[in-house]
C-alpha cells in the first residue's frame, strides 16, 4: 500500500477526539515530513454532534454509524475516541476493515480484549497506536536519550506518582468511571496506565508486581436517581514493582489527591546521575549529573528547546513553552509517519498489552496479597 | 461586510508565518463561535518556500508577491510575518486594500510609522491586531479579572522583566536584530514590547519614564565578510516607569541574560495582595491574598485550568497544560471575531501605537539623562 | 525532684554532640522559659577530643569515662550521641543512674533493645527524648494543628519519602553504615526512622506493612584492608502501610537517591485538602484547601513565622529562615521543659520503639512476602 | 593587644541583641578556631529587661547604663542592638573608649555620621563590622568566588529586588520607622541597604545611581494618640546604578510587596553564565554555566553543603539547612577573629559609609531628577 496522503476517519467527538483533529490538522504544517492527511469522515453517537464537528474541524462526511465509517473507501486511518468499553470491538472492526488505529487510551477494559487487539493489530499490517500522549514530550524523548547515552549511568530505581483530583471531593457524583464493566479499574485505567508506560518505556518491561488498592469514598451519589450508588473501582492504587532488569520501582496513583490536577511525576535514579520529572511543568527537566566539582553539583532545570526532539519543528526558541495539544501533534506525527511507511507505531498495541497486564498484576496482586508475576506478551 | 468565513492571505512563511497558519486551521475547532477561516492565499519572497507552505498547510494559491496577494479578492484578511522593517509597508497596503490586518509585533520601527498605521487602521473601518501573543494568555486574562474585580485591592507597584539569552554568548554573530534600520531597537524592541504592552494592559497608560540603555557585547563578527561589525542597538534597557495612575513601576529587559529563555515576569504589588507571573512557567500564576489567618497565607500557586478565560475550549481538564502555539489560536481568535463582528480586536494598532511611543520615551530617556513623558495616543 | 537548672552531662563529641551542645547554650536565649542549663560534663572515646570540646563548648569537666559521667552528682540529664550500637548500653545505664536521657535517633538496633530502653524508661520517672529533630519543625506542629482542627478534613492518604544520595556513588567505601551488627538496617535505620516517625506523629500508629528492600551496591571497598566487603544491609527500601485509621500509606526510603541531599518529603492528602512538605525547604509547607473560588485554588506556600509555634521564639519577622541546628534548640526546650516540669517529653522513648517495630516490620515482610502485622507497644 | 579569650558588652536586648548573644555563646563551638568569648555586660534602657537576658543569656553583669558598659574593664568588644539613631552615638563613644565594635544595620542616619564613624574607627586600631549577615551566607561567599575565579566569565549586569511586605497594610499603625530623624530614610536604609551592601560586595563600587522613591501610604494611625500621621520617608525606592566597572544594574526596594516576607533577591549575568539568589530559600544558589552540550544547560539549584565556605562547620552533611541565626554564628566568627588577630573585619564601618553614600545618592538623585556621582571614601 502506498499513500500521497492519508485519509482519517474519527470516531467520538468529545474533548478527545477534537484533540485528535486538531492535531491532524496542524500536524503537515509542524513536521514538514508528514504529508498533511485528508479529514475525511466523522461520526459520533449524536449526529447533530458530528454534523457540526464536520464542519469546525473540515471533515467532508459526517455521521452516526461508525460501521459506515469503517466501509468508506477513503478511509485509510481512524482514530477512536470512544468512551474506554468501545474501544475493543471498534478498534477489532477497524483493523478488520483494513485501517490503520489511532486508540485512545487504555487500549481495552481487560487483558483478554487487549491480548485480542494486540493479536489482530500485528497480523494486521496496519499502523497501530495507543494514545499515551504524554510519553512522547520531548524532555521525555530526551530522558531516553539520556538513559540510553549511559551519561549518568545505570538505572537504580524508579518512583513515580500520579496524582490528581477530580474525585477528591466526596461531593463529586457517581459516574461511569466509578462502573468497573465500562471504565474498567479507575485511578489504576485512567491515570496508572500512563504511569506504567512511562515506567516501561524508560526502564523495559515489569516482572513482578505488589500491588494495593483502596477505595477512599465508597459511595456517591448518583446524578440521575440521587440514591448513594456504590464505587466499584479504586481511588488509590500503589505497587512496588521488580523490573526484568533487577531495578525496583514505586507506583503512587491516585484520583483523589487533593491539589494536583495533573500531577505524573517520578524521580529516576541512576548510578551517576538522576532525573526528575513533572508533567504539572511539562516543559522542565531536572537532570542531576554526578561527578561535578565539589560544591558545583545539583539539579539542573532543562526547559524545553530546540535541541531536544522534536521540539524545534515547534519553535524555533527555547524555553516557548509546548502544551498538551503539541504532545497530540507528535502522537499523530507517530502515528501517520508509521502508517506511510509501513513500520510499526509507537507505542503500540503490544505497548498497550503490556500496561493492561500490569495493571491486571497490580489488581491481582492486591487481592491475593502477595506478589505477583506479570505475564510476558508473546 | 459579512462573512459567513475569512479568506486569509499570509505574507512570510518562517516560524511566525507557520505559527500564524496553524492556529488558524486550529481555532475553529478549539472555538466552537469560530467559523473555520479559509486559507487562502501564501506567499512568500521566496517563491519555492511559498509552495511548500501551501502544500503543508494547505493554502489554495501561492506566490512571491505580496501585492498580489492584497489584489486577491477571496483574501479578506491577511497576516503580516515578515521582518520587522516591512510591517508599515504591507500593513499600509492592506488596509489601503480593505483587508483585515494581523501584524506581527513590533508593529513598527518608529512612532511615526505606528503613528501612520494606528491612524490608518481606526479610518479603515477594518479589524486590526498586533501579536502581542503573551497577553493573551489565560491566565493574565484572569490576571485582569483578579484587578478589576479589586479582591486585591488598589494597585501598589509592578516590577517587570524579560530576561532571554539568545545574545549573551559574545560569540553569536552579527545579525539583521543588531542593525537599527531593520529592527529599530534591540532588546527594547524584541522584547521590551512585550513586557511594555503587558504593563499598560494590567495597569493603564504609562505616564513618563526614565530610562538606561547599554550594549554589553560592542561588536559582532559579520556572519557574511568575517569582519567585526558594530551592534548598532541596545542589548540592556531599563526604566522606570510612572504610570497616568500614580502607580511606579520598573522594567528591566536583556538580550543577553544568561540562562534565560523566555523570561518574561512581573511582580504586581497591591494593597490587599500580589500577583507573579513568569512566561516560562506560562500555566501558573502566583496569588498572594493579605488577610488570611494567621499562619496561612501565602503564594498560592494557580494552574491554569477551565475556569480560567478561554483555557476551556482546549481542553476541559486543569493543568494540562497550554503552550505558546495556543496562544496563537487565541489571537487567532481575537482577531477573527472582531473582523467578523465588525468591532475592534485586541490588542490592536494603537495598542502597538502606545507601546512604540513608550519603547521611544525610554530610548529618549536614557540619551537625554532626565525623566520624559510619553506623548499619549490623540 | 525540683531543679533551677539542669545539668548536662553529654557523651560523644562529633557533629551530633556539638550539635547538642549548641543547642543547649542557646536554649535559655532563645526560650525564656528554659533556665538555661549547666554543661558539666562531657566525654569522648578520645580524651584529647573530650577536653578539646569541653573548652569550645563550655564544659567543666571532661574526661573519656562515660560511666563517669553517668556517677557525676551534678549531672541530672544526659545526651547520647555515640554511634547507633552504643545507644542501648548507655541509655540504659543512664536511666538507672537516675538521669534524663536525651538519646540520638535510631534509639536502638533492634525491637528488643528499644522495648528494652521504652519499658526502663517509663519506670524511671525521668523524662526521654529521642532525636527526630526534623519532626520539631515549626512547620510541621502547624501541619498538625491543620490536621487536628479538622480544616482540611479527614485525612485519606499519605506518601513520604526520604532521599539522600551519600553511598550513591559506588566508590563510596565501606563503613560501619553498611555493617548490620553496628548500624542495624541501612537507608531504613539511618533515613526511614525519621519518615515513619513522622508518618506516625501525623497521621498515628501504624498497623500493618508490606516492606521491600535492595541493596543497589552489593559491596564495598573496605578503607582499611582495600578488600571489597559485602555491604550488609539494605540502601533502598519502601513499604505500603495501613494506619490504624485505615489510611494508607507509602513510604520511599534510599541513601542511594543521586542529587537529593536531605530529601524528606510527603505528601498528605486529606478530604478537603491537602500538605506538601520538603525538608530541602524545611521553611515552607505547602498547604492546598479545597472549595476556594473556582479558579482560586492551589498549593499555597506558607513561609515559616511568628504565627507557626516556636518561630517567634527565633525571630520576630516571618521568613527569615530557622535551620538544622535551630531544630535541635527546638528538640532541647522540649526535652529540657519536660524534664524540669516531670513529664513526659516528645517524642519520647515509646514513640522510637514504635519507629523500631515499625521498620522491623518492613524488613520482616520483605523477608516473607507477604504483609506483616507490626506489634502494639504494651 | 592580645587575647585569650574576648569580654562581650551587649547594648540593647531586643531580637537582634539576642540574636547576638546567642551567636556569641555558639561561635566557640562551631568554629574550633575561635576562643569562646566571655559574655561580660548587658545593658538595655529597661533594667528589668536586662537583667533577664543577663540570666537567660549567661551575662555577669546588667545595668541600664551604655556608658558605664563602655567602663567596664573586661568588656574588650561591644554589639550595638539599639535602634538606628543611637548607633553614631553609642559607636563613637565605644571606639573612643577602646573596644571592638559590633554595629548592626544601617550603620547611621546619614553620610556624615557614617563617615564620622569610619573615620574613627580606621584610626582606633580596634575591629569594627556592620551587621549585613545576608552577606556572610556561605552560598554567597560561593557565589564571589565562582565570580572572582572567571568560571563564568565576566559580569554582564545585577538585577537585584528586596521586597518584604510589613507595611503593606495601610492598616498597619504609624511607627518610629516612618519617622525621618529615628530611622532615616525608609525601605531604602532598612531593606535597601542589605541589597546596596550585597551589589558592592559582588561588583565593586557603584559610581553613579538614577533613583525613585515614593510612598504609597502617605499616613498611618499614630497608635498613641489615634490620629493620622505623616509618613516620613518612602515605601519604595528604586535605581538604576552604574558600577565604577561600567556593568549596569538595577535595584528595586519595597516594604509594601504583598506577599514577600525575606524577599532579598538577585540575577547576576555574566559573560559565560549567571547566578541567581533568593534569600526566602537562603539554602539555594542557582548557577547557569553556558557551554554545556546543546540541550543540557539551564540553572542548577546548588544547595549549602560542605563543600562551600564556613557550613562544614554547622554540619557535615549537605543540604541539612543553615537559618538566620547561623548567619550571626558566622558574623560573629568574622568579627571575634578579626578582633583577635588586630585585622580588619568584614563587612567593617567603611563598607556601611560605602552603603550610606549610595543610598544618600539615590535620595539625592529621586530629588533632582538626575543621576548623581556616589562619593569615593576616602
Redesign the interface.
Known amino acids: 500500500m502506498s499513500y500521497r496522503s492519508l485519509g482519517i476517519g474519527l470516531v467520538g467527538t468529545g474533548?478527545m477526539g477534537?484533540?485528535h483533529?486538531?492535531a491532524l490538522?496542524?500536524v503537515?504544517?509542524?513536521f514538514?515530513a508528514v504529508p498533511?492527511p485528508r479529514l475525511v469522515h466523522v461520526v459520533d453517537a449524536d449526529a447533530g454532534r458530528a454534523g457540526?464537528a464536520a464542519?469546525?474541524?473540515?471533515f467532508l462526511r459526517h455521521g452516526d454509524d461508525w460501521q459506515a465509517l469503517l466501509e468508506d473507501p477513503d478511509v485509510d486511518a481512524v482514530s477512536i475516541c470512544t468512551p474506554n468499553h468501545l474501544h475493543h470491538e471498534m478498534a477489532m472492526a477497524a483493523l478488520a476493515a483494513g485501517k490503520h488505529v489511532w486508540c485512545e487510551k487504555p487500549l481495552a477494559l481487560t487483558v483478554d480484549e487487549a491480548a485480542g487487539l494486540a493479536a489482530a493489530a500485528a497480523d494486521s499490517g496496519r499502523a497501530h497506536l495507543v494514545g499515551f500522549n504524554y510519553a512522547v514530550n520531548p524532555l521525555l524523548s530526551?530522558a531516553r536519550e539520556i538513559l540510553s547515552s549511559g551519561e549518568?549511568g545505570e538505572p537504580?530505581?524508579f518512583?513515580g506518582?500520579y496524582?490528581?483530583?477530580?474525585m477528591?471531593?466526596?461531593a463529586v457524583p457517581w459516574s461511569w468511571r466509578c462502573d468497573r464493566s465500562l471504565a474498567g479499574s479507575g485511578a489504576l485505567a485512567d491515570l496508572g496506565s500512563h504511569l506504567v508506560h512511562l515506567l516501561e518505556t524508560l526502564l523495559g518491561p515489569v516482572e513482578t508486581v505488589?500491588g494495593?488498592v483502596?477505595t477512599?469514598v465508597a459511595a456517591r451519589q448518583d446524578p440521575v436517581t440521587g440514591a448513594m450508588r456504590a464505587v466499584e473501582n479504586e481511588d488509590?492504587a500503589?505497587a512496588?514493582a521488580r523490573l526484568a532488569s533487577g531495578v525496583?520501582a514505586?507506583l503512587?496513583i491516585?484520583r483523589?489527591?487533593?491539589?494536583?490536577?495533573?500531577?505524573l511525576a517520578f524521580?529516576l535514579?541512576?548510578?551517576?546521575?538522576?532525573l526528575?520529572f513533572d508533567?504539572?511543568?511539562?516543559?522542565e527537566l531536572?537532570?542531576?549529573e554526578?561527578g561535578q566539582r565539589?560544591?558545583?553539583?545539583?539539579?539542573?532545570?532543562?526547559?524545553a528547546?530546540p535541541?531536544?526532539p522534536d521540539y524545534a519543528a515547534?519553535?524555533?526558541?527555547?524555553?516557548?513553552?509546548?502544551?498538551?495539544?503539541?504532545l497530540k501533534v507528535i502522537e499523530a506525527r507517530n502515528f501517520l509517519c508509521a502508517a506511510m511507511e509501513g513500520r510499526a507505531a509507537w507505542p503500540d498495541f503490544s505497548d498497550g498489552l503490556r500496561v493492561q497486564r500490569v495493571m491486571d498484576a497490580i489488581e491481582r496482586s492486591a487481592a491475593a496479597?502477595?506478589?505477583v508475576r506479570v505475564e510476558a506478551n508473546e
Chains 1, 2, 3, 4 share one sequence.
Open positions: 474533548f477534537r484533540a483533529a486538531i490538522r496542524s503537515g504544517g509542524v514538514a498533511p457540526q464542519e469546525e474541524l473540515g530526551l549518568i537504580v530505581a518512583s506518582r496524582y490528581e483530583d477530580y477528591a471531593d466526596p505488589t494495593h483502596s477512599a488509590i500503589s512496588h525496583p514505586t503512587d491516585s483523589v489527591a487533593s491539589g494536583y490536577k495533573c500531577g524521580d535514579f541512576c548510578s551517576r546521575g538522576a526528575r508533567q504539572e511543568r511539562m516543559n531536572q537532570l542531576f554526578a565539589p560544591g558545583r553539583d545539583g539539579f539542573r532545570r532543562l526547559l528547546g535541541a531536544h515547534f519553535n524555533p526558541a527555547p524555553g516557548h513553552g509546548l502544551g498538551y495539544n503539541d496479597g502477595q506478589a
